[in-house]
């Protein structure tokens, strides 16, 4: 019977949940089958039911584990005694870094989740909304102390982070720059649109 290949400090569940993140991003959430998943991780598909209850609670685990870490990390941001276009950069340079690093988790969150069962859809609708209006608060405070141009905030927000998902093309590019290039442009690309000069 084989066994599920760990490394150290990963357990099981953790080495199914990666394996997951990326069968649901090449396939969809809806269209992987538990069977692939098994034969992506090497094992029965019955074994699977020791670590995890359905492909529902991977779905969950990986939304909210991306949620969580932007929402700990707009919690450091918000909280530096740094200006409001720092607090931009810093936010989108993490965006840029999970996108780059953790690419497969943010993709499904970002595209798969409409597929979660309430009470998580709604919660995580929620986390969602709540996310870009604390980042459009800070563009707005930026525009009070004239450090940011005269826009619409929630516009912004809404550009930047599309824009940022657009990493994905640079995934599937075979001729690519190198990733600090990418974060390099990406920064003097949107930062320097913000910037009232």
Same mark, same amino acid.
């Given at each position: 019977?084989?066994?599920?290949?760990?490394?150290?400090?990963?357990?099981?569940?953790?080495?199914?949940?990666?394996?997951?993140?990326?069968?649901?991003?090449?396939?969809?959430?809806?269209?992987?089958?538990?069977?692939?998943?098994?034969?992506?991780?090497?094992?029965? *598909? +019955?074994?699977?039911? $020791?670590? !995890?209850?359905? %492909?529902?609670?991977?779905?969950?685990?990986?939304?909210?584990? &991306?949620?969580?870490?932007?929402?700990?990390?707009?919690?450091?941001?918000?909280?530096?005694?740094?200006?409001?276009?720092?607090?931009?950069?810093?936010?989108?340079?993490?965006?840029?870094?999970?996108?780059?690093?953790?690419?497969?988790?943010?993709?499904?969150?970002?595209?798969?989740?409409?597929?979660?069962?309430?009470?998580?859809?709604?919660?995580?609708?929620?986390?969602?909304?709540?996310?870009?209006?604390?980042? *459009? +608060?800070?563009?707005? $405070?930026? !525009?009070?102390? %004239?450090?940011?141009?005269?826009?619409?905030?929630?516009?912004? &927000?809404?550009?930047?982070?599309?824009?940022?998902?657009?990493?994905?093309?640079?995934?599937?590019?075979?001729?690519?720059?190198?990733?600090?290039?990418?974060?390099?442009?990406?920064?003097?690309?949107?930062?320097?649109?913000?910037?009232?000069?």
């Amino acid at each position: 019977m084989a066994r599920i290949k760990t490394e150290k400090n990963i357990s099981r569940k953790d080495v199914i949940v990666t394996k997951a993140a990326i069968l649901f991003r090449e396939k969809g959430f809806k269209a992987a089958s538990m069977r692939d998943l098994a034969e992506a991780v090497g094992v029965e *598909a +019955a074994s699977l039911y $020791n670590h !995890i209850k359905s %492909k529902t609670e991977l779905l969950h685990e990986l939304c909210f584990s &991306v949620a969580n870490r932007f929402t700990h990390k707009i919690d450091e941001i918000e909280a530096e005694p740094i200006s409001s276009i720092e607090k931009v950069e810093k936010i989108l340079r993490f965006h840029i870094s999970e996108m780059i690093n953790h690419y497969e988790e943010v993709y499904v969150s970002d595209r798969e989740w409409k597929h979660l069962a309430d009470p998580y859809l709604s919660n995580f609708q929620n986390q969602r909304r709540i996310y870009r209006k604390r980042f *459009a +608060a800070i563009i707005e $405070n930026g !525009i009070r102390n %004239k450090e940011i141009k005269k826009i619409d905030a929630a516009t912004a &927000v809404l550009i930047m982070l599309h824009a940022i998902s657009g990493i994905e093309s640079w995934h599937r590019s075979t001729q690519k720059i190198s990733a600090e290039e990418l974060e390099q442009n990406m920064i003097t690309i949107l930062v320097g649109g913000l910037t009232n000069h």
